[in-house]
């Protein structure tokens, strides 16, 4: 309770200092007021004693007399008051004190005793200061006693009622509010004596700061808690989403990282830890796109989609990733949102697709669309080839004779001896039907003849087809027309025609030939 | 009526006489011829019992509860007689100075002086003979 810095201890102290400083004031005041009155009463007194000795001295003085003298001088310094004095005569000292110095200050003159207004010696004496100071000391300090008894009890009486009137309650008030936590409903207790007091006003002000305080609390709360299930929700979907996300700084470093893209990198066998992008560019088939496409995305601040190659690290399989780089602002720091979807299936689907649309189900050549795109693609680089037009002779009584698994069959036989024969690079495509398109690349017009010559031998060559048991030799043969790109014209529809014009002419002839195209 | 008055005129006139009569004598063989007051004080208080010359004095006085000597004490000095006897016993008590020689009257006195060379008193003026000298008269 009574600390050094406790008001009541300050209180107490600045309170004692003052009634000592003004007792010390007092005191000094009183002391010289009453040492002045002393010293003028002590004054008087060595007038009124001096009075009385005057006629005893005045005789010693006249008769000259040392014995009266001193016994008049030994009356006078048995005085308290008197310190030292001596008697003169008119020519000689008659007698002086021990103690007597000279200029002694009050003095008195001694006339003759018979001769009135003769003047026959003085009489000197000093007043004893020291015995006046010390009386006027006592009296000081008698009076600064009473002043004390008097201040005292009431300082005590100060003491106590400070400590009941404040400090008690102050405590008290203290005590409450160290035990009270805000948002609890708790509430100063106010003591009875104290409700229209400094210490009602203040416990009253605490409750108000209290209930204030516990709205704001409440507000904050119920604020948090939205802020809590909005952040739950986004967490949700930005955790639990499919796709695999990741949150990059500017430079890299990765900051957050989805359970969709955990699984997909862990899956790829790639480590976590390492910065984006070169944590994918280990197992991309192509890094230095992926890391120009990461800069670029990062320079221009622009939304950026690609698809890439990987090579899965555990499996060595091919998988293909599609990548989008978004580039958000917040507080003035650039963050790249990367998105990662698995497009493998789509791409294996495409391939299929792509297949079936080129390639001839029955013979695995490439169909009329997938040829076309080729040959497209060769004028395109202004590749020069010689294009082959093959069509069957008498195929079609295979198919009404020996049905069409027998057609089938025939179909199949040729294309096997077409791949045989032409180079490896050469392009092999089911045109129609019972027509085949066959594309030599950069060849001349003796090796495209000699290949012709050698695919007619080849097709005319009988083919034995089992059938229930009986084997049945179907034999086929072929007219071939030859347009040359770009020595004959340099669109495909027009090489195809002149192939077709070519090819008419050995139909409509001979058969089982080929021919050139005429210009 | 005439008698009474004339009486107390009588009374009161001799009175003044006997005041203005007192007078201070010596040895007429005394070589001082006058006293000054304060001499005469001086001699009379206590004070100096020598002559103005340097030869010791030897003063006489009256009894106590005398007229003359109230008279002529309180004449010199200014001092009722009750002041001067307790100045009297103030310097008995020191036991310095003595008091004069003490004599019951006048003739006494006369003649004390008369046979004494050094000797000093006082007396009535119209006393005074020729074996004494008058050295102080009292001035009224």
């Not at chain 1, 060595?46 to 014995?67: H, N, P, R, W």
């Not at chain 1, 005793?113 to 200061?129: D, L, M, S």
């Not at chain 1, 180079?423 to 017009?445: H, M, P, Q, V």
């Not at chain 2, 000054?36 to 004080?41: L, Q």
């Amino acid at each position: 309770m009574l600390n050094k810095h406790s008001l009541i201890t300050r209180l107490l102290f600045i309170v004692i200092s003052a009634a000592i400083l003004f007792a010390l004031i007092y005191a000094k005041l009183h002391y010289s007021n009453v040492f002045d009155k002393e010293m003028q009463r002590s004054n008087n007194t060595i007038l009124q004693i001096g009075q009385t000795v005057s006629a005893t001295a005045s005789i010693a003085a006249y008769l000259e007399d040392k014995d009266l003298a001193n016994e008049v001088l030994n009356g006078l310094v048995s005085n308290d008051v008197i310190l030292a004095a001596q008697l003169n005569g008119l020519k000689s000292v008659l007698a002086k004190s021990i103690l007597y110095k000279t200029d002694l200050p009050v003095s008195f003159s001694l006339s003759n005793p018979f001769i009135i207004g003769e003047k026959i010696g003085a009489i000197y004496i000093e007043p004893n200061t020291i015995f006046i100071e010390q009386n006027a000391q006592a009296i000081a300090l008698s009076s600064v006693q009473t002043l004390m008894v008097v201040i005292v009890p009431m300082l005590l009486i100060f003491a106590v009622l400070v400590y009941l009137l404040i400090t008690q309650p102050l405590n008290n008030l203290s005590g409450q509010l160290s035990v009270i936590n805000p948002g609890r409903g708790q509430r100063i207790a106010i003591p009875k004596t104290h409700k229209h007091s400094e210490i009602g006003t203040i416990s009253n002000n605490i409750n108000k700061l209290l209930s204030r305080t516990e709205t704001l609390f409440m507000q904050e709360r119920n604020l948090r808690q939205e802020i809590e299930l909005f952040e739950k929700r986004f967490r949700l979907m930005f955790e639990k989403s499919s796709s695999p996300t990741l949150l990059v700084k500017e430079r890299g470093d990765i900051l957050l990282i989805n359970e969709a893209a955990q699984d997909l990198l862990i899956g790829l066998g790639l480590d976590l830890e390492e910065r984006f992008p070169d944590a994918l560019g280990k197992a991309c088939k192509t890094p230095d796109i992926l890391y120009t496409f990461t800069s670029n995305s990062v320079n221009q601040k622009q939304v950026m989609q690609s698809e890439f190659e990987f090579c899965n690290q555990l499996t060595q399989e091919t998988v293909w990733l599609n990548i989008i780089i978004i580039n958000t602002e917040s507080d003035d720091q650039w963050y790249l949102q990367v998105f990662i979807s698995d497009i493998t299936m789509k791409k294996v689907m495409i391939s299929q697709l792509k297949q079936k649309a080129q390639y001839d189900r029955l013979t695995g050549l490439n169909n009329r669309y997938g040829a076309e795109l080729i040959l497209l693609e060769w004028l395109d680089q202004q590749r020069p080839f010689s294009l082959i037009l093959l069509d069957l002779d008498e195929f079609k009584p295979i198919n009404d004779i020996h049905g069409h698994n027998a057609g089938d069959a025939m179909l199949q036989h040729i294309a096997e001896q077409l791949k045989l024969n032409v180079r490896e690079d050469d392009l092999i495509c089911r045109w129609g039907g019972d027509e085949f398109l066959i594309a030599l690349a950069n060849i001349s017009n003796q090796e495209t003849k000699d290949i012709a010559t050698n695919l007619t031998n080849v097709i005319s060559t009988p083919l034995n087809y089992t059938k229930a048991d009986q084997v049945h030799t179907l034999v086929v043969s072929a007219s071939l027309g030859i347009a040359c790109h770009p020595q004959h014209t340099t669109s495909l529809k027009a090489l195809v025609e002149c192939a077709d014009v070519a090819m008419y002419t050995i139909k409509r002839t001979s058969k089982n030939n080929f021919a050139f195209y005429q210009i | 009526m005439l008698r009474a008055t004339l009486l107390v005129l009588l009374l009161f006139c001799s009175w003044t006489q006997a005041q203005q009569d007192l007078v201070v004598i010596v040895n007429k063989t005394n070589p001082t011829d006058t006293l000054s007051h304060k001499a005469v004080v001086d001699m009379f208080m206590g004070k100096y019992l020598a002559f103005p010359d340097g030869s010791m004095a030897q003063t006489y006085d009256y009894q106590k509860d005398s007229q003359i000597r109230s008279t002529f004490l309180s004449a010199i000095t200014g001092r009722s007689i009750s002041q001067i006897n307790a100045y009297w016993s103030r310097v008995r008590f020191s036991g310095k100075v003595s008091p004069p020689q003490v004599f019951p009257d006048v003739m006494t006195v006369l003649d004390k002086v008369a046979h004494t060379a050094n000797a000093i008193a006082y007396v009535p003026a119209h006393t005074v003979t020729a074996q004494v000298k008058v050295v102080y008269t009292i001035a009224q």
